[in-house]
């Protein structure tokens, strides 16, 4: 099971850490990612990391300002959100992979938690 938190209502250029705890089974082996869908809109990446942390991948609308992380010992993943902008407005939802390794594409990520929702406003 899988956990987001962190969500709230922002002005453009604050910052936001969203969390997602993993619970009942140890996701420590999995690719982990955030992916967001805003209002009207098709569910899109944002961004992944590998089982280590080694390796990370963004999105293009997100890069240089979303850092993703994660714990294994604690089991947890986390999205820094820097220079938020409107556009970045939707339900942010943490996923992970049965692989160690990352991927973009929403089909490649079998569990899913329930979203936070992040509005930043102009």
């Known amino acids: 099971q899988l956990q987001a938190s962190g969500g709230g209502l922002v002005q453009a250029g604050a910052s936001l850490r969203l969390s997602c705890a993993a619970s009942?089974?140890?996701?420590?082996?999995?690719?982990l990612a955030w992916f967001r869908q805003a209002p009207g809109k098709e569910r899109e990446f944002v961004a992944a990391?590998?089982?280590?942390?080694?390796?990370?991948s963004y999105a293009d609308s997100v890069k240089g300002r979303f850092t993703i992380s994660r714990d294994n010992a604690k089991n947890l993943v986390y999205l820094q959100m820097n220079s938020l902008k409107p556009g970045d407005t939707a339900v942010y939802s943490c996923?992970?992979?049965?692989?160690?390794?990352?991927?973009?594409?929403?089909?490649?990520?079998?569990?899913w938690g329930q979203g936070t929702l992040v509005t930043v406003s102009s």
């Open positions: 990391i590998s089982w280590s942390g080694a390796s990370t």
């Open positions: 009942g089974r140890t996701f420590i082996t999995a690719a």
């Open positions: 996923a992970a992979s049965r692989s160690p390794a990352i991927s973009i594409r929403i089909v490649s990520y079998e569990y």
